[in-house]
């Protein structure tokens, strides 16, 4: 197990380093010049020529390359071009957003997903089965831009109930966990919980169709057990499937 983890580990070296020499290259093929963004139009030679000798704008492109590989191996990303503030610490704030608002999608999907499919498989073929089908189809076609902007329409200027965008009444750094600001992660953790629910809820109606038809199920139906008594069983079948997903 430790030899296949280590040989996993070794195989995403290539695989990192073709990413950031990608990005890198990006940055580069772009056209315009970063710089412009902060020099003054009447910016003099001298001025230009020290910004891009701190920017390390003056070495060659494999200079900057390996130059912007080790320092971020040392977890310095530089300074930012439109804020003159680390990159690390503008990063880190974004970071605290994205997982929050993957923490509160994972567990919108998670449970909506599962609550369909355990009820579509549990009533194959019924109008609960379609129903609750048509509505995971729906959710993994629904593409997430989309979905985003009729929920802020509906929600936010139509039905004035949740605020179309920010991360709390302050800023992102005085978040704490209280409908202040949680309402305003429901908008987007709903739109960005729809796909993976789809996902899960198929795949577990799916499962519980399939557990349902199995000898075991019918043995416990002989034996004189409920419906909820068979529900637990197939539940604690199904779960390690929908927890993979």
Known sequence: MIAFLLRRLVYTLPIMGGVALVCFALVHLAPGDPLVSVLPPDASAELQQQLRTLYGFDRSLPEQFVHWVWRALHGDLGTSIATSRPVTGEVMKAVGNTLRLAVL?????????????????????S????????????????????????LVIVFAV???????????PGSSADWT??????QHMVLPAVTMSVIPMGIIARTVRALVAEILAQEF???LRAKGLTDLGVFRHVVKNAAPTALAV
């Open 105 to 125: 999608a994972t567990l919108i999907g998670f449970v909506f997903g599962c609550l369909f499919g355990f009820v579509a498989g549990y009533f194959t073929n």
């Open 127 to 150: 109008w609960v089965d379609k129903a609750a089908s048509f509505t995971a189809v729906l959710g993994v076609s629904v593409p997430h831009y989309w979905l985003g902007m009729v």
């Open 158 to 168: 139509l039905l004035p109930w949740l605020p179309p965008s920010g991360a709390g």
């Open 177 to 182: 966990w209280n409908w202040e600001h949680l």
């Open 217 to 219: 199920v019918v043995g």
